[in-house]
């Protein structure tokens, strides 16, 4: 058991909303970091506090800088911060080829997952890192398996984003190892999410299902159950590591 805070970003729905609810559990303390949904955040906050926990719902859009540090400064005044959860993310329409991208909609694609996770772990590092005198912690950052697969004819920005991830979980482990931080990878494969009804698919899980060698899609939960384990001390020798957590996709 730990009081320790984790900030989770993205963290009033799907997978957030599963890891902010396994992590209170485990008896860290949840920042839930979300963009609109002030409702739903704060359902997730009601949730934990019914079971003796504590948490706090604070807005935060991550292609925000000024949103990140407000996200970060409320974290502070909630106690000792000892993991982040990169899981905020967005996805375009989806079956929109690179020919018919417009830069706005990239711009936004890595304005979002790329540059908000590096500065979210930015914040981290300068309060976690013994360098500049924390405690340690750990970092676990959300791809996809989209990484790997490409996601051609469907979304191959997000695809691209995801890819970045992947690279900066690992030099930024690499970057850390020595002050006290894990940073590890989560790509998870089809979940059952409304994430694919923001891409204009929501049933696209569902209909790619048979494509998974276990045939089935996975669930939020499932992907959270990774993420915990990756911030427990269970996993104390991981870091620079991506789990896929995908079904065997």
């Not at 697969?149 to 690499?174: E, M, Q, R």
Request: hydrophobic residues 45%; aromatic residues 4%.
């Amino acid at each position: 058991m730990t009081d320790k805070v984790v900030v989770i970003t993205g963290g009033s729905r799907g997978i957030g909303r599963a890891t902010a609810l396994a992590a209170a559990a485990r008896g860290y303390r949840v920042v839930v970091g979300y963009a609109t949904n002030q409702a739903a955040a704060n359902e997730v906050v009601a949730a934990i506090e019914t079971k003796n926990g504590k948490a706090i719902a604070v807005k935060c859009d991550v292609g925000s800088e000024q949103d990140i540090l407000a996200l970060f400064k409320a974290a502070d005044a909630f106690g000792t911060l000892g993991a982040l959860v990169n899981n905020a993310g967005i996805v375009g329409k989806s079956g929109v080829r690179v020919d018919e991208m417009s830069a706005e909609r990239i711009q936004q694609m890595m304005a979002v997952n790329v540059t908000g996770s590096i500065l979210c772990a930015r914040e981290a590092v300068k309060r976690m890192s013994t360098r500049h005198g924390g405690q340690g912690g750990v970092i676990v950052n959300l791809s996809s398996v989209a990484a790997k697969l490409g996601a051609p004819n469907t979304y191959v920005d997000y695809a691209a984003s995801k890819g970045a991830i992947d690279s900066f979980t690992v030099g930024l482990g690499y970057e850390v190892a020595g002050e006290g931080i894990r940073v590890a990878g989560i790509r998870p494969g089809l979940i059952d999410t409304d994430i694919h009804a923001a891409g204009g698919e929501p049933d696209r899980a569902h209909r790619l299902a048979h494509m998974v060698p276990m045939k089935r899609v996975g669930t939020a939960d499932e992907i959270a159950n990774a993420i915990v384990w990756l911030i427990s001390d269970e996993a104390s020798y991981v870091t620079s590591a991506i789990l896929d957590v995908s079904g065997g996709r």
